[in-house]
């Protein structure tokens, strides 16, 4: 009998993490979840095995310890056959960059761009073991312009659009499909909750469930899209912004966000 293959997703306790964990789950896909310890990831693990009839695993542990990730990773890597892999797990907030820590940049910088380089580069080997494997990657609409009071975070998933682009382009050939998600405003937890709130009815245009948005990923990762914008108003408010010049479209999009610093944790 073959060995049963798993999915990985990251940041898979709360939020779109978990509502893509659910489904996959649905698709009868086995899986593996991975977050911060001390959280809800083994009940997690524990109901959708119970809900769907999969194997599923739950793996906490800080994605920004490198030495951890990796030991981590070597284990999982060692017992499962992993066949699909989904980097959800990322931070952000709105502040000033002079009243954000140094600690808090580094921390968005490692979760977002050096964790999610890491576990890629190490489960490379293993995806492409597989006849047909995915990589699908939670990037952010923000990764379409900067913004100001966010600076590093629409950075971030900037790098992750460009990052996987390449990685699909080099990988083109393969059996490995790479897909990058770009989630407009999303209501995962009380803090972006109250910032799509401060922001009245723009800051709710585009805003999808969060059930929809990961029904919509999935399909279309499993599709072998390389651009995967969920909503209609997203792709349109992505159209119009296109045709602005970079000075306007700064200014505007960084007067809207500056409502939400009162929102954001420090
Ligand atoms: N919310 C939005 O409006 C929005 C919009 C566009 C894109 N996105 C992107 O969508 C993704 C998910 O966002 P979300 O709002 O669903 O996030 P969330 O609700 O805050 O959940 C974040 C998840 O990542 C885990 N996590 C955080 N730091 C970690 C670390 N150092 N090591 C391991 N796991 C860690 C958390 O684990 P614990 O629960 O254990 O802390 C949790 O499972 C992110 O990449 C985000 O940038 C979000």
Do not use: W
Not at 139 to 168: C, D, E, N, Q, W
Not at 188 to 196: A, C, G, H, L, Q
């Amino acid at each position: 009998m073959s060995q049963p293959t798993y999915t990985i997703i990251t940041g898979a306790s709360s939020g779109l993490g978990k509502a893509l964990a659910i489904q996959c789950a649905k698709a009868g896909m086995n899986l593996i979840l991975i977050a911060l310890p001390g959280g809800h990831t083994h009940s997690i693990a524990e109901t959708l095995a119970i809900s769907y009839g999969v194997y599923v695993h739950a793996f906490e542990f800080d994605l920004t310890d490198s030495t951890i990730l990796r030991q981590q990773l070597d284990y999982i890597k060692g017992r499962f056959s992993i066949n699909f892999l989904i980097n959800n797990a990322g931070i952000g907030g709105t502040a000033s960059i002079r009243e954000t820590s140094a600690e808090k940049i580094d921390q968005i910088i490692q979760l977002n761009v050096r964790s999610t380089v890491q576990v890629t580069h190490l489960l490379l080997p293993n995806l492409l073991e597989h006849p047909r494997s995915y990589i699908m990657n939670i990037s952010s609409m923000a990764a379409f312009t900067p913004i100001a009071y966010k600076t590093v975070y629409p950075a971030t998933k900037a790098f992750i659009s460009s990052f996987f682009h390449g990685l699909r382009e080099e990988l083109s050939g393969t059996g490995l499909s790479v897909s990058v998600v770009y989630p407009g405003p999303i209501m995962t937890n009380s803090n972006t909750s109250r910032r799509v709130i401060s922001q009245g009815i723009k800051g709710r245009m585009g805003l999808l469930p969060t059930s929809v948005i990961a029904r919509i990923a999935l399909r279309k990762t499993m599709a072998n899209q390389p651009i995967i914008i969920p909503g209609i108003m997203n792709r349109f408010n992505l159209m119009l912004m296109r045709l602005l010049p970079l000075g306007l479209k700064l200014k505007i999009v960084s007067r809207e966000v500056r409502k939400e610093i009162q929102y954001s944790p420090a």
